[in-house]
């Protein structure tokens, strides 16, 4: 698949641009991810009222706006924000690295995820979201898809607008019965709406549509959402397939595959992200990418939870055959490490290792763009973030290299993706507001925030009724 982009064939600076502007972020080694993937050596960004107003050398940018602020990148390595297209804010943060790595991913979730949600306060929802913010911020992380597993959305909002991430959020969207949140359709539908109302599309944090997926969704329910997403202007998201479990459920509700199930009530289309898609059949990776249906992977997770990637995955020839696929980490206790690059290393990896037949696996460069430019396309926003280019939000992030991950530099695409050097982001922008200033969150208290998880922990594990079985006594 030839990966897409914006274009890069505008001037530098645009004219009528020129003069003092917000922010030049300049010195550095500017990987754009354009069109032409072009790396602009000692270039720079020149940034005005968050957007990005200029892209070249650094000479150029700095002569075009004189008399501007800037942000020293000398050494650095400059990319495009990254995009994580699935990470659950909710529920786990507060109880990283606590859920047993010895039982399935069926008992993971309802033995642990479910109680934990069910016994989730307002204010562990806000601390769990803002804790998430702030490490995807310091992983170089400037936009998440929150798939909906959250109760008190406006809380979450809070806390992902003080953080200043880009985010979309919804809420939990299910209607079968006896689970935590589970409501009649109509109910269900009602409070997706309330999100995508509070939360207007086109704001830093916007509202999505949002149902947990899988086989808890009635068919009255998914071309429910569908429509509501279509009528709001908004995205939907749900779950499907990261293991087997999904196809043999859609099997014996309909007679079809998950994929086929869907398209038959017509509900894929360019506004639906699927978490995951593992557990699909040729025929149905055929269908998604006919109809524009975008697929976040997670692939830490399914190793994590033992789902079956190396079986059954298909995600690299999806992406070849013109699907629209992004990259995810999932959740604290799944894909456990808020981590983009090295979600991009271990997809390239796998895809090298165990490749499908007569399908290349993928690159380095590639590997980056489903990080960045391909990913944001994936989850409708292309034409927001992802690249480099004049236009475009200025969500930018500054690699340091005095670390032993960059020395010496060789070639970007493979240095990014291969050492996932995460460690070494330096500083970050969303929307042209810097939100990290030497590897640190501007926007919040961090040792005040480490401090107020610690605490709602205990207290959430003694609700949920459950202790942490340990390795080592």
């Known amino acids: 698949m030839t990966s897409t982009g914006p274009t890069s064939k505008d001037p530098a600076i645009p004219a009528g641009m020129a003069g003092p502007t917000d922010l030049l972020v300049i010195g550095g080694q500017v990987v754009t991810m354009d069109t032409e993937r072009r790396v602009l050596h000692s270039g720079a960004v020149a940034v005005r009222d968050g957007r990005i107003v200029g892209v070249g050398p650094a000479d150029e940018i700095r002569a075009a706006f004189p008399g501007s602020t800037e942000l020293d990148a000398t050494g650095c390595v400059v990319t495009p924000g990254l995009i994580n297209a699935h990470q659950h804010t909710t529920g786990d943060p507060l109880v990283r690295s606590a859920i047993p790595d010895d039982i399935d991913s069926q008992a993971s979730i309802f033995e642990w995820a479910m109680p934990l949600h069910a016994a989730h306060l307002p204010a562990d929802d806000e601390i769990s979201a803002l804790l998430t913010a702030v490490e995807a911020l310091r992983a170089g992380v400037t936009t998440i898809v929150e798939p909906g597993t959250v109760a008190h959305p406006e809380r979450v909002g809070a806390a992902l607008r003080r953080a200043g991430i880009r985010a979309t959020l919804g809420t939990w969207g299910w209607d079968a019965p006896g689970l935590p949140y589970s409501g009649p359709v109509d109910e269900v539908l009602a409070r997706q709406a309330e999100v995508v109302r509070a939360f207007p599309p086109g704001g830093l944090v916007s509202g999505w549509v949002t149902l947990v997926g899988h086989d808890l969704a009635s068919d009255e329910l998914l071309v429910g959402a569908a429509g509501l997403a279509e009528e709001l202007g908004t995205g939907l998201t749900l779950h499907l397939a990261p293991s087997v479990d999904d196809v043999h459920a859609y099997r014996r509700r309909s007679g079809r595959g998950p994929v086929e199930h869907l398209a038959a009530l017509g509900v894929l ?113 292309g034409g927001v973030t992802g690249a480099l280019v004049q236009g475009l939000q200025a969500d930018i992030v500054v690699f340091r290299t005095d670390d032993p991950a960059w020395v010496p530099v060789g070639d970007l695409a493979r240095q990014l993706v291969w050492n996932a050097p995460t460690h070494t982001v330096r500083d970050v922008l969303v929307a042209g507001r810097q939100v990290v200033r030497g590897g640190r969150v501007t926007t919040v208290d961090e040792d005040a925030l480490w401090a107020a998880a610690r605490d709602r922990a205990a207290a959430l594990l003694d609700r949920a009724d459950l202790r942490i079985p340990r390795s080592w006594a």
């Not at 990896?349 to 990080?371: H, K, Q, T, W, Y």
């Open 269 to 381: 289309g360019p506004r639906l992200l699927l978490g995951h898609g593992v557990w699909l059949s040729e025929a149905e990776i055929e269908i998604l990418a006919a109809t524009g249906t975008a697929v976040a992977c997670c692939p830490w997770a399914y190793l994590r939870l033992g789902q079956g990637l190396t079986r059954a995955g298909r995600h690299v020839p999806f992406w070849r055959a013109g699907g629209r696929l992004a990259l995810g980490c999932d959740s604290h206790n799944a894909g456990d490490r808020l981590d983009i690059l090295d979600a991009a290393r271990l997809l390239a990896g796998l895809s090298r290792d165990a490749p499908a037949d007569g399908v290349a696996p993928l690159r380095a460069g590639e590997a980056f763009a489903l990080a960045t430019v391909d990913g944001a396309a994936a989850i409708g926003l």
